[in-house]
């Protein structure tokens, strides 16, 4: 019998257990007529929409169906084409253009990750309706909101949204921090910032992440539960925006520094090789481009 290096066998079963680990999320991107989030019969796919597992992207076919593989920790979401809308959550501001498969859930932390989502469902759908969008239009930022408990979201509430109320901008973006450590006060914030009646963005912050965190991967488990991805991008009008996080926390240490990886470069990569050229691209981060470790990776 030909003896085969037990190196060689190592890695063989580094890689079949790889392979056994990714799944292929598959579904149809539709245009949800009535607004109800449900497909109902005939309303029909939308074909061309981009779809992401947070690195590879994918175009949905003539009848609006996408295959994309994932992980057992992974985020399948949308890129928002122009001229549609994802909904919002009820009771909030959240745009729902995600679907989180975490099969086994966060580990234990001080605040709650994301529950185990069982397995993977045999068909990952996401609603889109027609929506008008200008050449002009006008977006609210904001950065380093850092609510820290329920009181300062209310003066949040009462000082700067109150002077919001009736605002024609068409989304909102929180540019980081929007709480400061104590990631409870997320649903709060979440509800508050609904009233003003526009979708809002949320982008990670050093302030936003789960600091006791076991690995770097779950550091933003919390942030994904009330948010979605930490990195994704959407159009609006002629714009294209990406969200990126650039926060990199120093795991079992204080701290925290600046990078992205090369997940989101991968997929920072793919997503503009969808960018028509000529296109005004935004990117939407906490801290200064120039503080990341791969900045010239950029």
Known sequence: MKRVPLFALFLACLASSAIAQTETAKGVVYDDANGNGARDPGERGVSGVLVSNGMDIVKTDRGGNYQVPVSEDAIVFVIKPRGW???????????????????????EMRHAGVPPTGPLPASI??????????????????????????????????????ELHGTDAVFGIVLGDNVFDDLSVFAPLVETMGGLGIPWRHVPGNHDHNHDA????????????????????FNYGPVHFIVLNNIRHNVGKDGYHGGLGERQLAFLRND???????????????????????????
């Open 272 to 298: 503009l090789a969808h960018v028509s050229p000529g296109q005004l691209v935004v990117l939407l981060m906490h801290i200064p481009v120039m503080s990341l470790d791969d900045t010239r990776a950029l």
């Open 214 to 233: 076991p690995t770097a991967a779950a550091t933003d488990d919390t942030f994904e539960r009330f948010f979605g991805p930490s990195h994704y991008s």
């Open 85 to 107: 809308m994802n909904p919002v959550g009820p009771g909030d501001s959240v745009p729902r253009f995600y679907h989180i498969h975490k099969p086994g859930g966060s580990p």
């Open 125 to 162: 759908d996401f609603p889109l309706r027609r929506q008008k969008e200008g050449k002009r239009f006008k977006v609210l930022c904001m950065g380093d909101t850092q609510t820290r408990n329920v009181d300062e979201v209310q003066f949040l509430a009462n000082g700067l949204l109150a």
